[in-house]
Nanobody, 121 residues
């Protein structure tokens, strides 16, 4: 079965760091474009960072640019989000997203259950 499992969330102080992981299984990871989203209470889900295609350049939202770094390891079927210089406004549930990037997989999109990140003093 297809699974995306996020981990690494928790409580951090402002200015602190966390590294999120997204472990994928049940599909061909290398053929999917991977992204991180987040959703704070009462707000819409927003894109945090992504790979535009399976081999595309990394892109990030202006709100996290220079602080967060997205990466992926196809050999481990895992995507990461290194979060530095955390701010209280980064508090949200962070979700892993996989979207098919080939003609054969274009119609497929998967979501993880999310991991909570709380930034508070």
């Amino acid at each position: 079965q297809v699974q995306l499992v996020e981990s690494g969330g928790g409580l951090a102080q402002p200015g602190g760091s966390l590294r999120l992981s997204c472990a994928a299984s049940g599909f061909t990871f290398s053929r999917y474009a991977m992204s991180w989203y987040r959703q704070a209470p009462g707000k819409e889900r927003e894109l945090v960072a992504r790979f535009s295609t399976t081999n595309g350049s990394a892109e990030s939202a202006d709100s996290v640019k220079g602080r967060f770094t997205i990466s992926r390891d196809n050999a481990k079927n895992t995507m990461y989000l290194q979060m530095n210089s955390l701010k209280p406004e980064d508090t949200a549930v962070y979700y892993c997203n996989a979207k098919g990037a080939s003609i054969q997989t274009l119609r497929y999109e998967y979501w993880g259950q999310g991991t909570q990140v709380t930034v508070s003093s």
